[in-house]
Protein backbone atom coordinates (compact mmCIF):
# COMPACT_ATOMS: atom_id res chain seq x y z
CA UNK A 1 0.00 0.00 0.00
CA UNK A 2 2.99 2.31 0.73
CA UNK A 3 4.41 1.83 -2.43
CA UNK A 4 1.13 2.99 -4.17
CA UNK A 5 0.36 6.00 -2.05
CA UNK A 6 3.36 7.76 -3.11
CA UNK A 7 3.03 7.76 -6.75
CA UNK A 8 -0.18 9.10 -6.27
CA UNK A 9 0.88 11.91 -3.33
CA UNK A 10 3.20 12.97 -6.42
CA UNK A 11 0.41 13.30 -9.08
CA UNK A 12 -2.12 15.27 -7.33
CA UNK A 13 1.02 17.73 -6.07
CA UNK A 14 1.77 17.94 -9.64
CA UNK A 15 -1.60 18.63 -10.67
CA UNK A 16 -2.50 21.22 -7.86
CA UNK A 17 1.06 23.20 -8.17
CA UNK A 18 0.24 24.91 -11.69
CA UNK A 19 -2.81 25.90 -10.56
CA UNK A 20 -1.81 27.55 -7.12
CA UNK A 21 0.82 29.09 -9.23
CA UNK A 22 -1.40 30.37 -11.40
CA UNK A 23 -3.70 31.95 -8.68
CA UNK A 24 -0.85 33.82 -7.81
CA UNK A 25 -0.36 35.39 -11.12
CA UNK A 26 -3.70 36.20 -11.56
CA UNK A 27 -3.76 37.75 -7.87
CA UNK A 28 -0.35 39.81 -8.57
CA UNK A 29 -2.38 41.24 -11.88
CA UNK A 30 -5.71 42.03 -10.18
CA UNK A 31 -3.56 43.62 -7.17
CA UNK A 32 -1.74 45.76 -10.03
CA UNK A 33 -5.18 46.74 -11.63
CA UNK A 34 -6.67 47.81 -8.64
CA UNK A 35 -3.74 49.95 -8.03
CA UNK A 36 -4.01 51.44 -11.57
CA UNK A 37 -7.94 52.00 -10.86
CA UNK A 38 -7.28 53.92 -7.60
CA UNK A 39 -4.69 56.05 -9.05
CA UNK A 40 -7.37 56.90 -11.45
CA UNK A 41 -9.75 57.65 -9.05
CA UNK A 42 -7.56 59.73 -6.80
CA UNK A 43 -6.71 61.88 -10.47
CA UNK A 44 -10.50 61.95 -11.10
CA UNK A 45 -10.85 63.85 -7.61
CA UNK A 46 -7.91 66.16 -7.54
CA UNK A 47 -8.98 67.65 -11.33
CA UNK A 48 -12.89 67.91 -10.30
CA UNK A 49 -11.82 69.95 -7.07
CA UNK A 50 -10.05 72.11 -9.22
CA UNK A 51 -12.32 72.64 -12.12
CA UNK A 52 -15.73 71.45 -13.14
CA UNK A 53 -14.07 68.04 -14.83
CA UNK A 54 -16.78 64.68 -15.89
CA UNK A 55 -15.83 61.96 -13.58
CA UNK A 56 -14.87 60.20 -16.79
CA UNK A 57 -11.47 58.32 -17.41
CA UNK A 58 -12.13 59.22 -20.90
CA UNK A 59 -9.82 62.14 -20.34
CA UNK A 60 -6.97 60.06 -18.48
CA UNK A 61 -7.02 57.32 -20.27
CA UNK A 62 -3.90 57.68 -23.67
CA UNK A 63 -5.80 56.54 -26.41
CA UNK A 64 -3.85 56.37 -29.26
CA UNK A 65 -4.68 59.28 -31.97
CA UNK A 66 -5.69 58.34 -35.42
CA UNK A 67 -3.64 59.24 -37.87
CA UNK A 68 -4.03 62.87 -39.80
CA UNK A 69 -6.22 62.93 -43.50
CA UNK A 70 -3.40 64.00 -46.19
CA UNK A 71 -5.94 67.24 -45.78
CA UNK A 72 -5.04 68.50 -42.25
CA UNK A 73 -1.30 67.01 -42.60
CA UNK A 74 -0.97 69.83 -45.91
CA UNK A 75 -2.80 72.54 -44.21
CA UNK A 76 -0.18 72.15 -41.48
CA UNK A 77 2.46 72.67 -43.74
CA UNK A 78 0.62 75.90 -46.01
CA UNK A 79 1.78 79.15 -45.02
CA UNK A 80 0.24 82.54 -46.56
CA UNK A 81 1.08 83.12 -50.22
CA UNK A 82 1.05 86.54 -51.69
CA UNK A 83 0.30 87.25 -55.43
CA UNK A 84 0.25 90.17 -57.26
CA UNK A 85 -2.63 91.54 -58.94
CA UNK A 86 -0.09 92.60 -61.88
CA UNK A 87 1.04 89.06 -62.49
CA UNK A 88 -1.44 88.89 -65.50
CA UNK A 89 -0.29 91.99 -66.83
CA UNK A 90 3.38 91.37 -68.65
CA UNK A 91 1.31 88.86 -70.59
CA UNK A 92 -1.39 91.00 -72.01
CA UNK A 93 0.42 93.39 -74.28
CA UNK A 94 1.65 90.57 -77.10
CA UNK A 95 0.82 86.90 -77.50
CA UNK A 96 3.78 85.15 -76.81
CA UNK A 97 4.90 82.11 -75.14
CA UNK A 98 3.08 81.22 -71.79
CA UNK A 99 3.38 79.67 -68.27
CA UNK A 100 4.10 76.02 -67.98
CA UNK A 101 1.03 74.47 -66.95
CA UNK A 102 -1.35 76.81 -68.16
CA UNK A 103 -4.65 76.22 -70.72
CA UNK A 104 -2.61 76.63 -73.48
CA UNK A 105 0.88 77.33 -74.17
CA UNK A 106 0.86 80.26 -76.83
CA UNK A 107 -1.63 83.02 -76.47
CA UNK A 108 -2.27 86.25 -74.50
CA UNK A 109 -4.53 87.52 -71.60
CA UNK A 110 -7.16 89.89 -72.95
CA UNK A 111 -9.42 89.95 -69.94
CA UNK A 112 -8.99 89.59 -66.28
CA UNK A 113 -11.46 88.24 -63.58
CA UNK A 114 -13.75 90.90 -61.95
CA UNK A 115 -16.43 92.85 -63.24
CA UNK A 116 -16.33 94.15 -66.95
CA UNK A 117 -19.06 96.06 -68.89
CA UNK A 118 -21.11 96.21 -65.29
CA UNK A 119 -21.38 92.27 -65.59
CA UNK A 120 -19.19 90.40 -63.30
CA UNK A 121 -16.34 88.32 -65.33
CA UNK A 122 -16.23 85.14 -64.09
CA UNK A 123 -12.51 83.58 -65.20
CA UNK A 124 -10.25 85.16 -67.24
CA UNK A 125 -9.85 85.11 -71.56
CA UNK A 126 -6.65 83.67 -73.26
CA UNK A 127 -6.66 85.33 -77.12
CA UNK A 128 -4.75 82.26 -79.10
CA UNK A 129 -5.53 81.13 -82.86
CA UNK A 130 -8.77 79.07 -83.51
CA UNK A 131 -7.59 75.71 -83.15
CA UNK A 132 -4.96 76.35 -80.63
CA UNK A 133 -4.80 72.83 -78.32
CA UNK A 134 -6.41 73.88 -74.75
CA UNK A 135 -5.09 71.77 -72.03
CA UNK A 136 -6.20 70.29 -68.49
CA UNK A 137 -4.42 72.54 -65.75
CA UNK A 138 -5.03 69.31 -63.37
CA UNK A 139 -5.93 65.79 -63.10
CA UNK A 140 -9.75 64.95 -63.16
CA UNK A 141 -12.98 64.04 -64.72
CA UNK A 142 -14.48 65.59 -67.16
CA UNK A 143 -18.28 66.12 -65.76
CA UNK A 144 -19.42 68.41 -69.01
CA UNK A 145 -18.53 68.19 -72.76
CA UNK A 146 -20.83 69.95 -74.86
CA UNK A 147 -22.53 73.46 -75.97
CA UNK A 148 -23.88 75.70 -73.02
CA UNK A 149 -25.42 79.09 -73.65
CA UNK A 150 -22.85 82.26 -73.50
CA UNK A 151 -19.98 79.29 -72.82
CA UNK A 152 -19.80 77.72 -76.14
CA UNK A 153 -18.49 74.58 -76.42
CA UNK A 154 -17.59 74.04 -73.26
CA UNK A 155 -15.45 71.85 -70.71
CA UNK A 156 -15.94 71.25 -67.49
CA UNK A 157 -13.52 69.16 -64.98
CA UNK A 158 -13.97 68.27 -61.26
CA UNK A 159 -10.68 67.82 -59.71
CA UNK A 160 -11.60 67.46 -55.85
CA UNK A 161 -14.66 68.02 -53.69
CA UNK A 162 -13.81 71.48 -53.64
CA UNK A 163 -12.90 72.36 -57.30
CA UNK A 164 -13.93 72.71 -60.59
CA UNK A 165 -12.29 74.12 -64.31
CA UNK A 166 -14.50 75.51 -66.98
CA UNK A 167 -12.61 75.78 -70.46
CA UNK A 168 -15.36 78.00 -72.91
CA UNK A 169 -15.73 79.04 -76.62
CA UNK A 170 -13.71 76.04 -78.13
CA UNK A 171 -14.18 75.21 -81.77
CA UNK A 172 -13.71 71.30 -80.54
CA UNK A 173 -14.32 69.36 -77.75
CA UNK A 174 -11.38 66.17 -77.61
CA UNK A 175 -13.04 64.68 -74.22
CA UNK A 176 -16.26 62.71 -73.00
CA UNK A 177 -18.42 63.46 -69.87
CA UNK A 178 -17.01 60.59 -67.53
CA UNK A 179 -13.21 60.25 -68.72
CA UNK A 180 -10.59 60.79 -66.23
CA UNK A 181 -7.84 63.30 -67.82
CA UNK A 182 -4.54 64.07 -66.48
CA UNK A 183 -2.90 67.32 -66.50
CA UNK A 184 -1.18 68.82 -69.34
CA UNK A 185 -3.81 66.46 -71.63
CA UNK A 186 -5.39 68.27 -74.96
CA UNK A 187 -8.82 68.51 -73.67
CA UNK A 188 -10.15 71.26 -76.52
CA UNK A 189 -9.08 73.41 -79.10
CA UNK A 190 -9.54 77.05 -79.02
CA UNK A 191 -12.46 78.87 -81.22
CA UNK A 192 -14.80 81.22 -80.67
CA UNK A 193 -18.50 79.95 -79.66
CA UNK A 194 -21.14 81.52 -77.75
CA UNK A 195 -20.70 84.84 -76.76
CA UNK A 196 -17.18 85.87 -77.92
CA UNK A 197 -15.85 88.34 -79.67
CA UNK A 198 -12.72 85.99 -81.23
CA UNK A 199 -10.60 83.36 -80.47
CA UNK A 200 -9.80 82.62 -77.14
CA UNK A 201 -10.61 80.35 -74.13
CA UNK A 202 -12.56 81.49 -71.03
CA UNK A 203 -10.59 79.75 -68.24
CA UNK A 204 -12.49 79.27 -65.25
CA UNK A 205 -11.98 77.93 -61.43
CA UNK A 206 -14.73 77.56 -59.49
CA UNK A 207 -14.18 76.91 -55.23
CA UNK A 208 -17.35 74.95 -54.16
CA UNK A 209 -19.09 76.22 -56.88
CA UNK A 210 -18.26 79.91 -56.82
CA UNK A 211 -15.79 81.55 -59.12
CA UNK A 212 -12.59 82.64 -57.04
CA UNK A 213 -9.73 84.68 -59.28
CA UNK A 214 -7.51 82.19 -61.47
CA UNK A 215 -4.49 84.47 -60.45
CA UNK A 216 -4.31 82.83 -57.01
CA UNK A 217 -4.11 79.08 -58.81
CA UNK A 218 -1.97 80.43 -61.53
CA UNK A 219 0.43 82.57 -59.03
CA UNK A 220 0.96 79.77 -56.93
CA UNK A 221 0.85 76.50 -59.29
CA UNK A 222 4.13 75.34 -57.87
CA UNK A 223 2.49 74.82 -54.41
CA UNK A 224 -1.22 74.22 -54.30
CA UNK A 225 -2.69 71.28 -56.52
CA UNK A 226 -7.09 71.39 -57.15
CA UNK A 227 -6.85 67.73 -55.98
CA UNK A 228 -6.00 68.42 -52.27
CA UNK A 229 -8.86 70.68 -51.40
CA UNK A 230 -7.34 72.72 -49.85
CA UNK A 231 -9.56 76.16 -50.22
CA UNK A 232 -6.83 78.70 -51.91
CA UNK A 233 -9.34 81.62 -50.85
CA UNK A 234 -7.64 80.95 -46.99
CA UNK A 235 -4.19 80.55 -48.30
CA UNK A 236 -3.97 83.26 -50.96
CA UNK A 237 -4.11 87.23 -50.60
CA UNK A 238 -3.73 89.23 -53.74
CA UNK A 239 -1.95 92.01 -53.46
CA UNK A 240 -1.88 95.81 -55.42
CA UNK A 241 1.43 95.62 -56.43
Not at 200 to 224: A, C
Request: glycine share 8%; hydrophobic share 35%.
Amino acid sequence: MTLIRIPLILILIFLVTPHVAYSQTGQKQGTVQVARLDSLDKQLITRSQKSDFSLSWEHIIVVPKPKQSFKKRVNKKLKMTFVSKNLLQKYRSRKGALPKGWPVRQGRVSSLFGKRWKRMHKGIDIAAKTGTSVFSVEDGVVIRSKYVGAYGLLVEIRHSKTYTTRYGHNSKLLVKVGQKVKRGQKIARVGSTGRSTGPHVHFEIRQNNVPINPIKYLGTMDKFRLSNNVKLSKYVKLTKK
